[in-house]
Each structure stands twice: as C-alpha cells, then as structure tokens.
C-alpha cells in the first residue's frame, strides 16, 4: 500500500475520530416548558436511548437550565459501585460510572454507590446541555449538582456472546476521553506517515 494512501485513510479516520467528539459534546434535548411533552430530545439521545422521552417523569428549571427527572431500578453494582446497571422506568436499561465520593439519597439517607443492592429506587436527572446524569445531595432547587456519565447498558445476548476479554470492558461509558486518546495515537501514526512519506520522496 502506498505512502499517500495510508496518510489519505489516518487524516479519513482522524475526522471521524473528530465528528463522534463533537457529537458526544452536543446537547441532550431543548425544552419550552416544565412538562415532557414540552422536551424535544437530541437525535444523539434518541439513538443511544429511543423511549427515553416516555421515561421522562417531569421537568425542573433552575438557573436558567432545564433537566428532565427520570426514575429507575437498580439491576447490578458492578466494580465495588463503579459501573452500576439501572432500568429507567418505561424507559431504557443504562449504566452509570460514578465517582466513588458520589452521594446518592435512598430512602431519605445518604449511599455511596458501592453500597447500593438490586431493587433500589434512584432519582436522577438529565440536564439539557449534556447527556449525562445529574445528582443531588440534597433538594435540587439548591443542592449541588454531581455529574455521572452515563452509557447504554449492552443486551443479556451481547454480554453472553462476548469473550472474557470482552466482558472486561462491557459496558462502554459515555466519557470522552477514550476518544482523545485515539485520536492522540492516531495523530502520531499520521505523524509517522508523514515522515515516512518526506524521506521516500528525498531519496527518490
């Protein structure tokens, strides 16, 4: 294969690498108003979740954003509280990823993820700027909001096809720094390319 052709498919792949970054940053839904039928959703958010809008439970505004309340069920605590797999209620299975610090009120009291079971309620929220989770320790009129990525949970088919190496990765979250990471190697092979491509030409 040619130099200019390996360099064409790196600069092809680092576009894309691109495009999924300025997807992952982009909005999770526009609102007019405090009900759900008054939210119109991100085509991002409609494709990794298609009944999130009937999960939707109500709306809040504060500070001038709006965040739309979901409701679900814990299924699985995965990694001592670090991948938790959660059931929207008439909605869609996701995963959370969150921070071991995070605080989460069950029943009136404040949980840690590690020490949630199966069956627990949760109450969270998606803030219109980012598909991600939102928490609050507290009334969430006031209380500070605590961000957790948030990802779709794979089928019961995916994960019983996959390898145990596969497993070990399952589920992808939705941070964004796998992606510049890629994009970082991918840039430096280009790099490399580029190289090789300068001194095939000065010894020609």
């Given at each position: 294969?040619?130099?200019?052709?390996?360099?064409?498919?790196?600069?092809?792949?680092?576009?894309?690498?691109?495009?999924?970054?300025?997807?992952?940053?982009?909005?999770?839904?526009?609102?007019?108003?405090?009900?759900?039928?008054?939210?119109?959703?991100?085509?991002?958010?409609?494709?990794?979740?298609?009944?999130?809008a009937s999960a939707c439970r109500d709306v809040l505004e504060r500070d001038g954003t709006y965040f739309v309340r979901f409701e679900?069920?814990?299924?699985?605590?995965?990694?001592?509280?670090?991948?938790?797999?959660?059931?929207?209620?008439?909605?869609?299975?996701?995963?959370?990823?969150?921070?071991?610090?995070?605080?989460?009120?069950?029943?009136?009291?404040?949980?840690?993820?590690?020490?949630?079971?199966?069956?627990?309620?949760?109450?969270?929220?998606?803030?219109?700027?980012?598909?991600?989770?939102?928490?609050?320790?507290?009334?969430?009129?006031?209380?500070?909001?605590?961000?957790?990525?948030?990802?779709?949970?794979?089928?019961?088919?995916?994960?019983?096809?996959?390898?145990?190496?596969?497993?070990?990765?399952?589920?992808?979250?939705?941070?964004?720094?796998?992606?510049?990471?890629?994009?970082?190697?991918?840039?430096?092979?280009?790099?490399?390319?580029?190289?090789?491509?300068?001194?095939?030409?000065?010894?020609?």
């Open positions: 294969m040619k130099i200019g052709t390996i360099t064409t498919m790196f600069v092809g792949t680092v576009a894309l690498t691109a495009s999924a970054l300025v997807s992952a940053q982009q909005g999770a839904f526009t609102a007019t108003g405090l009900s759900c039928d008054q939210v119109t959703w991100s085509a991002e958010a409609l494709r990794a979740y298609p009944r999130i679900g069920e814990v299924q699985q605590v995965a990694d001592r509280g670090q991948q938790i797999t959660i059931d929207f209620v008439d909605g869609d299975r996701l995963t959370l990823t969150p921070p071991e610090d995070l605080s989460i009120v069950i029943d009136g009291r404040q949980t840690a993820p590690r020490d949630l079971r199966r069956g627990d309620q949760l109450r969270f929220y998606i803030p219109q700027d980012q598909l991600a989770a939102t928490f609050f320790a507290g009334q969430p009129e006031t209380a500070p909001a605590q961000i957790v990525p948030i990802a779709p949970a794979p089928d019961e088919e995916q994960v019983a096809a996959a390898t145990p190496a596969e497993r070990a990765v399952l589920p992808r979250t939705a941070s964004t720094l796998p992606l510049f990471g890629a994009a970082g190697l991918i840039l430096v092979a280009l790099g490399a390319a580029l190289t090789l491509r300068r001194r095939a030409r000065a010894s020609a």
